[in-house]
């Protein structure tokens, strides 16, 4: 599914933005602990998905940084960028967010049409801003709570929420619909390692920082999470 194919991309997309903003209050239940009932599998989970991002994806995403030039890197980037947009779209549109679901489309089709298939982010250069929205978003949006935290394997850190919202954006997702197996299969393949190859800096700095890697990713995960549902505008929770 192509926004959670990259066995490290949801989490060290939260770590980078969490490292960055650094005040997002973190994601606890009541009494301050994340909702973490599953911490003895989801821990054995996390060490699987480390070791097969260390024998397999990572190396293929070095050698993949290493023979593609970066205009072209940057091209098929942009590319699953633009069917982000897609499934932003439709997300956008379901919370009634009339203005983002607008821009999003008119991402798609600028993208899609002046930007060659979207390999060229011509939208951004006219300053049509992407939201990347996904179901996850819009369930708690609607107040769908977040649920225990759940590392799935391969896929990474996610939540019972967000597991489950995984199958609709899968079906707001173009390359769901294509007839052959072998060429869909084959660009959910390339979306990951792509986007592995553009986390490798960001990787290296969550491999200094974190003294518990499981606990560092959990809580940077939820924290993010917290952050895109509510677009930045988070509730206070010290009233």
Known sequence: MINKLS??????????IIMLINGCASLPDNDGEANDPFESYNRTIHRFNDKVDEAVLKPLARGY??????????????????????????????????????????????????????????????????????????????????GPYIVMPLFGPSSLRDSMAMIPDWYTQPIAYLEDAKIATGLMILYSIDARADLLEASQTFNEAALDSYVFTRDAYLQKRQYDVHDGDLPDTHE
């Open 65 to 146: 940084q290493i023979i593609t030039p970066k205009p072209i890197d940057k091209g098929i980037t942009n590319f699953f960028g633009n069917l982000k947009d897609v499934t932003s779209a439709a997300n956008n549109l379901l919370q009634l967010k009339l203005s983002r679901s607008a821009s999003d489309v008119g991402r798609v089709v600028l993208n899609s049409t002046a930007g060659i298939f979207g390999l060229i982010d011509v939208a951004s250069q006219v300053d049509l801003p992407s939201y990347k929205e996904d179901f996850g978003q819009t369930l708690g949006h609607w107040g769908v709570d977040t």
């Open 7 to 16: 066995i490290t991309t949801q989490y060290i997309c939260g770590l980078s």
